[in-house]
């Protein structure tokens, strides 16, 4: 069983990608090969049924089949799962499951309503009573998607209060203010340390690991990028971490574009032998004859920088 997370958790743990045939129906075929495309490139661990993992679009049985798939996969190597839902028994249940097959945790975003402090804190205490003290828990803040602001007291006190709360997924944009501003509250005695991991395609990472930033928690296609990048900052050559990690913006950022991009992340990995298809599952982004000879010259490009 794979060691569980806890609040110095570091590394990369890749927001893995679902595949689906071109009919739409999940290809455990290819998220096996997927898991294996992951660990190949060093990953600390993997993220899965995360928002660019479509579990939006999922029957809570073909969640389940996922993670079953992933964490036989895995061999051991951490998996968080994404469990976030509109209603709490579903949210917990799939907890259960996945806590039962061996994850190392479980990732909650706040749920959608109106965007007030003390209704996000009401419901994380809500959902932190509901899976127990022994489930360890990700705050996934993401107010681009979930329109939901959260600020960096309220991630503190929860932290605080709530001891499976360990990791927080840290998403928001701009917001390196906010790791400096949980940081700087750790030198208060007796504040618990929060592992952070950052997401945003790691569009942000070499300055979020200065701020004091564990990692990353996204999926960008290019998994060695994020784990060099990483591993080149833990060995306090900042400079040298930056500079690797630059040549990979130009297909990091446009993988990032909102509603799209994760059309053009499944075009890469399938580009590099990680699955079969580039579909995402119905509503969602297609690339066109242009867009695709646009990401294929912008791969072409990577290949030539990288091999200089």
Known sequence: MAQRIGRDSSGVFIIAATPFTDNGEIDHDSLRRLVDFYAGHGVTGLTILGMM????KMTPEERRAVIDTVIDQAAGLPVIVGVSDAGMRNLTDLAAHAMDRGA???????????AREDRIEGYFRAVAQALGPDVPMVFQDFPLATGLPVSAALIRRLSSD??????????????????????????????????????????YLPQELQRGADGAMTGFAYPEAL???????????????????????????????????????KHVL??????????????????????IAEVERLMARLETRLAA
């Open 270 to 291: 399938m580009r590099r032998a990680a699955i079969a298809s580039a579909a995402t599952r119905a509503p969602g982004p297609k690339l066109g004859a242009i867009d």
């Open 53 to 56: 993992g479509e579990a939006n």
């Open 227 to 265: 784990v060099q990048t990483v591993a080149l900052h833990r060995a306090g050559q900042v400079d040298a971490a930056e500079d690797f990690f630059d040549r990979y913006l130009p297909i990091l950022r446009h993988e990032q574009q909102p509603g799209f991009g994760l059309a053009v992340r």
């Open 104 to 114: 190392a945790g479980v990732m909650v975003a706040p749920a959608a309503g109106p």
């Open 162 to 203: 709530l001891p499976q709360m360990v990791m927080l997924k840290h998403e928001d944009w701009p917001g390196l203010s906010k790791i400096t501003a949980l940081r700087a509250d750790e030198k208060t005695p007796g504040t618990p340390r929060l592992s952070i991991l950052v997401g945003n395609g790691g569009l």
